[in-house]
């Protein structure tokens, strides 16, 4: 059983923050497992490899969208996801902020809160991705045949890169603390035009954006560090007290603090026992930020 993030190949950093594997074996537990996804800074592939999820997207029923593979767009709730099955496998390609709009040339705020056939927007050619990926033998292999094919993808980039893209990973490595007119600075452009061209690119406004970016630094840590202090955790996070964090909790997930967390401690990774390693990793640095 693995939940663990990988760095791509260096080429590909500017495009891919990493990749992510997830093999549960639930052959001891009942099933469905049920876990709730709250927003975080990534706009994901998911390639199914071994069995199905049901998803509940909002207050919507739960529903088995049958995409071989999903593209999910920039989250700004939580998403109820139930897996199905004993033995449960995707290989998830975590892209960079701006990426997935470079690559495709959409408007990303076409894709927010969407969970789509990623054979749409991709073609066909993305099953015998998944195909390839289904029969590797081993969690090196996969990651080998992930590099080809976003190479592949990248080769046929639709939009030129621009400075607001490193700027936008920038964000993710402040850990949200950075400030809107220096973003904007950075970029190159007025705080207008810096709020317009982010917008199109990752599918929300900066704003929002560093709202997710510091709210998942809070989720990690306390997932990292259980026994941490909410109001400890609300300092070091750049919130101004334990109220402002509530604030963004009950916004994103629609819970308390406490009340995310008590259904986060039945979550399969933690029922599994592999949730302290890669919570710490993400506590203590972005994820290959590139």
């Known amino acids: 059983m693995i939940l663990k993030d990988f760095a791509p190949h260096p080429s590909l950093r500017e495009f891919v923050r990493c990749?992510?594997?997830?093999?549960?074996?639930?052959?001891?537990m009942p099933e469905p497992v049920f876990k709730a996804y709250a927003p975080r800074?990534?706009?994901?592939?998911?390639?199914f490899l071994r069995e199905r999820e049901l998803v509940q997207l909002g207050n919507g029923p739960k529903m088995d969208y049958k995409f071989p593979?999903?593209?999910?767009?920039?989250?700004?709730?939580v998403i109820n996801r139930y897996l199905q099955g004993k033995n449960f496998i995707t290989f998830n390609i975590v892209f960079q902020p701006t990426a997935l709009f470079r690559l495709t040339g959409i408007s990303s705020f076409e894709l927010t809160d969407k969970y789509l056939d990623a054979e749409q927007i991709f073609s066909a050619t993305i099953r015998l991705v998944l195909e390839q990926l289904q029969s590797a033998v081993?969690?090196?292999q996969m990651i080998l045949i992930a590099d080809r094919f976003m190479n592949a993808v990248a080769r046929h980039a639709r939009k030129d890169a621009h400075r607001?893209?490193?700027?936008?990973?920038?964000?993710?490595?402040?850990?949200?603390k950075a400030s809107l007119d220096w973003l904007a600075a950075e970029s190159c452009l007025s705080s207008k035009q810096f709020t317009r061209k982010f917008y199109e690119r990752t599918g929300v406004n900066p704003k929002t954006y560093l709202r997710i970016v510091r709210f998942t630094k809070a989720f990690n840590i306390k997932n990292a560090y259980p026994?941490?202090?909410?109001?400890?955790?609300?300092?070091?996070?750049?919130?101004?007290?334990?109220?402002?964090?509530?604030?963004?909790?009950?916004?994103?997930?629609?819970?308390?603090p406490n009340d995310f967390h008590r259904l986060e401690s039945n979550s399969p990774e933690r029922r599994l026992g592999l949730?302290?390693?890669?919570?710490?990793?993400?506590a203590e640095s972005p994820v290959f930020p590139g």
């Open 19 to 28: 990749y992510r594997i997830v093999h549960f074996d639930f052959v001891k």
């Open 41 to 47: 800074p990534e706009v994901c592939l998911h390639f």
């Open 69 to 77: 593979v999903v593209l999910a767009g920039q989250q700004t709730s």
């Open 138 to 140: 081993s969690y090196d």
């Open 164 to 176: 607001l893209d490193a700027v936008s990973r920038l964000m993710i490595n402040s850990g949200g």
């Open 227 to 256: 026994d941490r202090d909410w109001l400890q955790i609300a300092f070091d996070c750049g919130y101004f007290d334990y109220q402002h964090l509530i604030k963004d909790y009950k916004e994103f997930t629609k819970h308390t």
């Open 275 to 282: 949730a302290s390693e890669i919570y710490k990793s993400r």
